[in-house]
């Protein structure tokens, strides 16, 4: 069996070298600290700090499961006056371990006050989270009660202004069914079918009453005007009562858009939305996709 020399000298064949003694400080409070510079750096940048950062979160929900932890996506900043050269990079993290280790859940009252924390420890004027999470549900098939999970995704965006408090959207990506109404108008036999995905962000009213799980609600007002939901298990049935359902509700991407903005625009707790809708088509090598904005007066 061949023999090799210590681990120590294999590396130093390979270029690694001691570390050098160095002349610069060791301890913190003898390091310059270049990011507190002041002087006229020339413009103030309203976001400054981090993102793609992959934390897990603790989710509630009032369908099964009802307790789950998931990996979010953060992005995390303050604003930056024009006369400081930098944030310090370590605080968002910091702030967002604290969070972690709160063992809060993730809804809009705790993103408000991750905010306000962010904000007064980074001594700005304003702070954001942006947040974006896989929500996973169990659904029953129709017929016969198959169950199964499936996920959307959810979206927290929270800012924070010492003045003019917070403001708060929240979004929902989801999945559906939709039946081409022309298809079945001129086809002799069915008509093409197609998976639909739905996005739609809300602004809230900050003083409004919220619904218990706006998860929920917002999924709800998506699948209810689809041509016919999603499901993790279907027997054959289930199959049947899907596709009929489908059939029985056809929708262009323009009337989803639609039938999805009016029952927003109908919820006392939402001042403002966007709705995107795009069907994956079966018959086309192209998707077809609709928009929709809206903000109420106040």
């Given at each position: 069996m061949r023999s090799f020399p210590p681990k120590e000298v294999r590396h130093q064949l390979f270029g690694s070298v001691p570390p050098s003694l160095g002349t610069k400080p060791c301890q913190k409070e003898d390091m310059t600290d270049i990011q507190k510079t002041e002087q006229d750096f020339y413009f103030h940048l309203e976001q400054v700090g981090i993102c793609r950062?992959?934390?897990?979160?603790?989710?509630?929900?009032?369908?099964?499961?009802?307790?789950?932890?998931?990996a979010a996506a953060f992005t995390l900043s303050t604003s930056l006056a024009a006369h400081q050269k930098g944030i310090h990079m370590s605080r968002p993290s910091e702030q967002l371990h604290m969070f972690y280790e709160s063992?809060?859940?993730?809804?809009?009252?705790?993103?408000?006050?991750?905010?306000?924390?962010?904000?007064?420890?980074?001594?700005?004027?304003?702070?954001?989270?942006?947040?974006?999470?896989?929500?996973?549900?169990?659904?029953q098939s129709p017929v016969t009660g198959k169950s199964g999970l499936m996920h959307a995704t959810i979206k927290y965006d929270v800012h924070f202004h010492e003045k003019d408090g917070w403001t708060c959207h929240v979004g929902c990506d989801a999945q559906v069914t939709t039946l081409c109404p022309c298809s079945k108008e001129i086809s002799e036999y069915g008509a093409h079918n197609q998976r639909g995905s739905v996005s739609i962000q809300v602004k809230l009213f900050e003083h409004a009453p919220l619904p218990d799980d706006m998860k929920a609600a917002l999924l709800q007002i998506i699948e209810s005007n689809a041509s016919a939901p999603l499901y993790p298990v279907l027997k054959r049935p289930d199959e049947k009562k899907v596709t009929e359902e489908a059939y029985e509700n056809p929708r262009f991407v323009e009337d989803m858009t639609r039938l999805i903005a009016i029952e927003l625009y109908e919820q006392p707790w939402i001042q403002g939305f966007q709705v995107e809708c795009r069907n994956e088509e079966s018959i086309h090598q192209h998707d077809a996709y609709a928009k929709c904005s809206y903000e109420k007066n106040l």
């Open positions: 950062m992959s934390y897990p979160v603790h989710i509630m929900s009032k369908t099964a499961p009802q307790h789950q932890t998931t063992s809060k859940p993730l809804d809009v009252n705790a993103l408000k006050e991750l905010t306000a924390a962010l904000a007064l420890q980074m001594n700005q004027s304003t702070a954001s989270v942006h947040v974006s999470f896989p929500w996973y549900m169990e659904k």
